[in-house]
């Protein structure tokens, strides 16, 4: 099975801090994502990557960068952290353009920014 | 912009009973049709995927179908249990590779 890596399962981080979000996954996918969760927002894209060194802006990227240097490892960079950013963040990826093979999701990184 | 609504937003049932989770979708030019599940403070789990292409979609206790004409899919779960309470989101894939997500259904199955 495939498998997403979230690095961290909670953080705790303090308002103005450059934060590292990592995820990895292990079946060579082209594709990856990274979403955050809010109760009544839903699942919400930040950014995406379709290939090693490419991304692209989701729906929200504002306060957000993202770094792809290998294709199994993509990670979201929070420069400046904000209360605001608070939030459960999942990362998936996928095997091809057309998402024939589905996605898959990591355990997701519960962010908490004081 | 495509839009996807679960109704309903939460679901209680006793504990063997056959339940229907609904989903639809406001523009039929999608590639799949992917139905999760998501406990609390956890990540989402692919339950089914369906193609464009195919009606439905089994797996054990999960039935998922398809009317893509209509924006429609439905996930049909069988002889319900305890275990199977979790927030079950419904995902449609549509062109540039991005996911549109509905807001799921929370569904509790009281022993």
């Known amino acids: 099975d495939v498998k997403v890596t979230q690095s961290s399962r909670y953080l705790v981080k303090r308002t103005g801090e450059k934060v590292f979000l990592e995820c990895v996954q292990d079946?060579?996918?082209?594709?990856m994502f990274w979403y955050r969760q809010d109760p009544g927002l839903g699942l919400r894209l930040i950014y995406f990557s379709y290939d090693v060194k490419m991304k692209e802006k989701g729906d929200i990227p504002e306060g957000y960068s993202v770094s792809r240097e290998k294709k199994e490892r993509f990670s979201l960079i929070l420069e400046s952290a904000s209360t605001n950013q608070t939030s459960m963040y999942l990362c998936?990826?996928?095997?091809?353009?057309?998402?024939?093979?589905?996605?898959?999701f990591g355990s997701g990184t519960r962010l908490t920014v004081v | 912009k495509q839009e996807v609504t679960q109704i309903p937003a939460a679901l209680s049932v006793p504990e063997g009973e056959n339940l229907v989770l609904n989903c639809s979708f406001t523009d039929s030019a999608i590639y799949n049709l992917q139905w999760f599940r998501q406990d609390p403070g956890k990540g989402l789990t692919s339950l089914l995927l369906?193609?464009?292409?195919?009606r439905e979609q089994t797996s054990g206790r999960l039935n998922a179908s398809l009317d893509k004409s209509s924006g429609r899919s439905t996930l049909y779960i069988a002889a319900s249990q305890p275990g199977d309470s979790a927030t079950y989101l419904c995902a449609v894939l549509t062109s540039g590779s991005r996911l549109t997500f509905g807001e799921g259904t929370q569904l509790t199955v009281n022993p």
């Open positions: 369906i193609q464009s292409s195919q």
């Open positions: 079946m060579d996918h082209e594709n």
């Open positions: 998936a990826s996928s095997a091809t353009t057309g998402g024939s093979y589905g996605y898959t």
